[in-house]
């Protein structure tokens, strides 16, 4: 199991991640605290565990903002998802989570985006409000744009929504256009 830690900053609104990443041959699991001003500031934690394909099988969150506490599990089960135990057809089909304070999951449909330039990915995914702690349906499509380059566009939710991502080798988000920055611990 290789394990790495990274740290990402908004720069739409001050908000900063720090983010634990296992790899291993079968398994990648992740762990990550959120801080944000956000929606009156927040601290949201989430936890993910995926198949040796980086496809999410579980992801868990809890925000806390003042007293109020929240806890939410969304959950991949054999033919579709469940949230907080509870089955959701409407979430049927749906690819992937997506949520919405972090750059992480954009790599899961990121590393299945075929590396040739002008490929496309579309696909479905529960989509995972972190302020409001709500998980919805919406459509996404990645767009190849070069080596380590991937332009987002929102077809749901957000639609009209677009931005160009830089990517470093394992598909893990570096610079995510009006949103979020890698940055790296002082040496």
């Known amino acids: 199991m290789q394990t790495s830690v990274l740290f990402w900053r908004r720069t739409d609104i001050e908000g900063f991640e720090r983010l634990t990443l296992s790899v291993g ?10 801080l944000c001003l956000e929606d009156g500031g927040f601290r949201l934690d989430h936890h993910w565990r995926l198949d040796g394909g980086w496809s999410a ?3 868990t969150v809890e925000r806390w903002n003042g007293r109020d506490h929240r806890k939410l599990t969304l959950e991949r089960v054999p033919g579709g998802w469940e949230v907080d135990g509870l089955p959701r057809p409407d979430l049927d089909g749906a690819d992937e989570p997506d949520l919405s304070v972090t750059p992480f999951c954009n790599t899961f449909p990121i590393r299945r985006t075929p590396e040739t330039p002008g490929s496309t990915l579309p696909l479905d995914t529960a989509f995972i409000d972190g302020p409001a702690m709500t998980v919805t349906r919406s459509k996404q499509r990645y767009d190849r744009q070069g080596p380590g380059r991937v332009r987002y566009i929102d077809l749901g939710l957000s639609i009209g929504f677009e931005a160009d991502l830089r990517v470093d ?6 610079f995510y256009e009006h949103l979020f920055e890698r940055v790296a611990p002082p040496a």
Not at 26 to 31: D, I, P, Q
Not at 169 to 174: P, Q
Request: net charge negative; charged share 15%; aromatic share 0%.
């Open 25 to 34: 041959a079968e398994s990648v699991t992740a762990s990550s605290t959120v």
């Open 57 to 59: 099988q579980s992801v």
């Open 169 to 174: 080798e394992r598909g893990l988000v570096v």
